[in-house]
């Protein structure tokens, strides 16, 4: 594993043998969503004609399709930590969001039955899994869930 200077101080992990095709390159480091990414742009005849990320060079992939970092650092772009998905399966590794307060994924306080509140999405519905006195047991039921319906993707509440 090889270290790429980014700006903003960060650094891309990349493969050995992908180091001395990629590091020919400036990168920069963009913030997209709360996340960090490796992305440089692209010039033709010295005018600019867009972007290319980082994961996605390395992955070669077409437009239609998503790149997913298993270990949910968007700057570790090294092979084994990245596939091929779809929105969706990329959707189901996301980290906890900002506006949490359970500190859970999958688990919000249900302020007219006074309980936590287990659900998971699944593709564009959402599925109830319960209401629980504390949010740990919510937690506990988004994760059987996760395993079940996200399979590899699944992005599990550390309890």
């Given at each position: 594993?090889?270290?790429?200077?980014?700006?903003q101080?960060?650094?891309?992990?990349?493969?050995?043998?992908?180091?001395?095709?990629?590091?020919?390159?400036?990168?920069?480091?963009?913030?997209?969503?709360n996340?960090?990414?490796?992305?440089?742009?692209?010039?033709?005849?010295?005018?600019?004609?867009g972007y290319?990320?980082?994961?996605?060079?390395?992955?070669?992939?077409?437009?239609?399709?998503?790149?997913?970092h298993?270990?949910?650092?968007?700057?570790?772009n090294?092979?084994n930590?990245?596939?091929i998905?779809?929105?969706?399966?990329?959707?189901?590794?996301?980290?906890?969001?900002?506006?949490?307060?359970?500190?859970?994924?999958g688990?919000?306080?249900?302020?007219?039955?006074?309980?936590?509140?287990g659900?998971?999405r699944?593709?564009?519905?959402?599925l109830?899994?319960?209401?629980?006195?504390?949010?740990?047991?919510?937690?506990?039921?988004?994760?059987?869930?996760?395993?079940?319906?996200?399979?590899?993707?699944?992005?599990?509440?550390?309890?």
């Amino acid at each position: 594993m090889k270290e790429i200077q980014l700006t903003q101080g960060k650094v891309a992990l990349v493969d050995d043998d992908m180091f001395e095709y990629l590091n020919q390159w400036k990168w920069y480091a963009k913030k997209s969503c709360n996340n960090f990414y490796a992305k440089r742009n692209i010039r033709i005849n010295k005018k600019y004609a867009g972007y290319v990320l980082m994961h996605r060079l390395i992955m070669n992939v077409e437009k239609d399709f998503f790149i997913d970092h298993v270990d949910g650092c968007s700057l570790n772009n090294q092979k084994n930590n990245l596939r091929i998905c779809t929105h969706a399966e990329n959707m189901r590794n996301k980290k906890l969001p900002i506006n949490n307060t359970s500190g859970f994924k999958g688990v919000y306080w249900h302020k007219h039955t006074k309980k936590w509140m287990g659900f998971i999405r699944i593709n564009t519905k959402q599925l109830h899994l319960g209401l629980f006195s504390n949010a740990i047991d919510g937690a506990k039921a988004y994760n059987e869930a996760a395993i079940k319906f996200h399979g590899e993707f699944a992005k599990l509440n550390e309890i």
